[in-house]
């Protein structure tokens, strides 16, 4: 029941800073939380409803993450400048305050975040006011969860526009809904806060394949990011957290190729994931459409016939793998052919045929051939239904919290401890352990095994290497490309973090904007 649970979208709810009517909160012709909850069973659609806005997460961190890494970047098709440029624009480091605010675009993620906030927060406080009679051990699984929810979101917040304000409680007034920015430092404080909470509210993981629910490890390792991540690092609460993960029931599985099998999701090297499935009632996913190149025959690649040529962000070439990141795989990775493939064949204009898919594993391009390189991951045929896949996004893994609880023990000065934890994920990937290990071996080793998971943004401005990887990656850019502006990839300190939509300061005057933007 759980499981089905969580593909329900909660329709009900009263969404924050998505439209200008968004504060009329009783409407007559709607369902209100006033009049909704009268049981367990509506709160759980409502807190499914929260988990809904994961999905906007997954998508946005496409181009806000890899493509603003040096893991990707995207082609770009001289015919077609419709509402890609806005996008464009975010992974050349060109993006400004009123790209963030183009609707359904990746620039919406501020937005998105506040909706899953505040469908948590709804949740909460209903359990507080609602007066619904639940056993305790339901109100603390419901609370667990609306916790964890609201502070991955914040988390998710803080990290790409800075110091944001805290709703803490149910929008029911105007005074509620417009508040100034709180600090950094007391996002992360709230983070905090809301997993210490929630995690003894929180089951661990016994038997798989998971509900995908949140869980304690789940909790647990958003809490070690967390530490690791705020002004003032922690690396040794992080540390207690990521011990305890590897005291639950995760394992690495034997095949890295198996950890993306849609038929396996949910299996236990996943600590916590974004659901979908296929079928006719908008849960599934596209990824693999987006990342194969605009091709007139997608049937070469996907086994089935269809159109990537649209354009928008539903078409492909997005998050298109960098020359630079399949040279830096070791010998014998074998996670270079399992996450990246060759799609080889001809072009005229704009249009690619695809005539062969090939592996990066020492490849020499054929005379006379066009190729390009896509994510291979989310690569599942076949296809019954054009742009409709039933992969899930993996958002934490066990191979991520041992990379992690390794990276914090060397940030400790205790780099032995640290060996048994990153040559375990080595070990899978075919490599030869480490006698040694550095934070540089740290991050590389996160850097191919989270390839195209949306970390490798993140991790860079935690390891402090953002400005000067992304400098790098323009230089060589600009060598390939005409086409980009000498203005483009000034990478500073100010672009560690988007700027807030223009509009959300437009509908808050409380808010200010972002240095720099």
């Not at 803490?168 to 105007?174: G, P």
């Not at 929630?198 to 016994?206: F, G, H, T």
Request: charged residues 20%.
């Amino acid at each position: 029941m759980k499981t089905k649970l969580i593909y329900i979208i909660a329709t009900f709810l009263c969404i924050y800073a998505c439209s200008d009517d968004f504060l009329r909160l009783f409407p007559e012709t709607s369902i209100s939380s006033a009049s909704f909850f009268k049981n367990e069973n509506q709160f759980n659609q409502a807190l499914v409803g929260a988990y809904s806005n994961l999905r906007g997460v997954a998508v946005m961190g496409i181009f806000m993450d890899e493509m603003r890494s040096d893991n990707t970047f995207f082609t770009r098709y001289a015919a077609d400048r419709g509402t890609e440029a806005s996008v464009e624009a975010i992974a050349s480091f060109l993006d400004d305050a009123f790209t963030s605010s183009q609707p359904n675009s990746a620039g919406n993620r501020y937005g998105n975040a506040y909706q899953g906030i505040a469908k948590a927060n709804t949740v909460l406080t209903q359990l507080e006011i609602s007066g619904v009679k639940l056993s305790q051990s339901s109100v603390d699984v419901l609370s667990g969860e609306a916790l964890f929810l609201r502070a991955f979101y914040y988390f998710d917040l803080v990290q790409h526009f800075g110091g944001v304000p805290l709703h803490l409680e149910e929008v029911r007034s105007e005074a509620d809904a417009f508040l100034q920015r709180n600090s950094v430092a007391e996002v992360y404080d709230q983070i905090i806060a809301d997993l210490i909470n929630a995690i003894p509210k929180l089951p661990v993981a016994i038997s798989f394949p998971q509900s995908g629910r949140a869980t304690k490890g789940a909790a647990k390792m958003l809490l070690a990011y967390a530490y690791m991540s705020k002004p003032i690092r922690d690396y040794a609460s992080a540390e207690t957290q990521l011990h305890d993960i590897t005291n639950m029931n995760y394992a690495l599985l034997d095949n890295y190729e198996d950890v993306f099998d849609p038929t396996k999701k949910n299996h236990r090297e996943s600590i916590f994931e974004v659901q979908y499935k296929t079928g006719n009632e908008g849960q599934h996913s596209d990824f693999i459409w987006r990342f194969i190149p605009k091709t007139s025959n997608t049937e070469a690649i996907l086994g089935l016939a269809g159109t990537n040529l649209r354009g928008s962000l539903n078409s492909g070439g997005w998050n298109v793998p960098t020359q630079e990141l399949v040279d830096s795989y070791e010998p014998g990775d074998l996670r270079l052919a399992a996450s990246i493939a060759i799609a080889e064949g001809t072009q005229e204009g704009d249009i690619f045929t695809t005539e062969s898919v090939i592996s990066p594993v020492d490849y020499a391009p054929s005379p006379g051939k066009v190729y390009y390189y896509f994510i291979k991951k989310f690569l599942h045929p076949p296809y019954s239904v054009e742009w409709n896949t039933d992969d899930n996004w993996p958002v934490y893994r066990y191979s991520g919290a041992l990379l992690l609880l390794a990276e914090s023990l060397v940030q400790q000065g205790k780099s032995s401890e640290a060996l048994p934890y990153i040559n375990q994920v080595r070990t899978r990937a075919g490599l030869a352990p480490l006698s040694s290990v550095t934070l540089e071996d740290i991050a590389n080793e996160m850097r191919h095994e989270l390839a195209f998971e949306n970390h490798r943004w993140t991790d860079l401005i935690r390891h402090g290497k953002a400005i000067e990887v992304l400098n790098a990656k323009g230089v060589r850019l600009k060598e390939l490309y005409g086409w980009l502006l000498p203005v483009s990839f000034n990478v500073t300190e100010e672009r560690l973090i988007y700027a807030i939509p223009d509009r959300e300061i437009l509908i808050n005057n409380n808010l200010t904007q972002n240095p720099g933007y």
